[in-house]
């Protein structure tokens, strides 16, 4: 079952991609921050066990390994798009 976690993963990490194309990485990184915080609240619910239990630790294993890869997309698209800026300018690069 937790295997399914990181298929769901793979799916959900090109959308997170266009979604920093599109709105850019400040968005994305809220909705990534929100979502951890959400999935602690969610594993948290996991600690009374049995079955409510098993789901909960499903479900926010789920949420927070999409929101932490998603976060990881934004950060890696967001600093590539912020070097490419730097880039242009060569002043700003060196020191005289």
Do not use: E, K, W
Request: aromatic share 4%; glycine share 12%.
């Amino acid at each position: 079952m937790l295997a399914l976690v990181g298929a769901a993963t793979m799916l959900c990490t090109p959308l997170a991609g266009r979604l920093v194309d599109r709105r850019g990485p400040d968005p994305v990184n809220l909705v990534c921050t929100l979502g951890v915080l959400v999935s602690a609240a969610v594993l948290t619910a996991g600690a009374r066990g049995g079955a409510l239990g098993l789901t909960a630790l499903i479900l926010g294993t789920l949420l927070l390994d999409v929101a932490m890869q998603s976060g990881m997309v934004d950060d890696y698209l967001g600093f590539s798009r912020s070097n490419n800026v730097f880039s242009q300018v060569l002043p700003s690069r060196t020191r005289p």
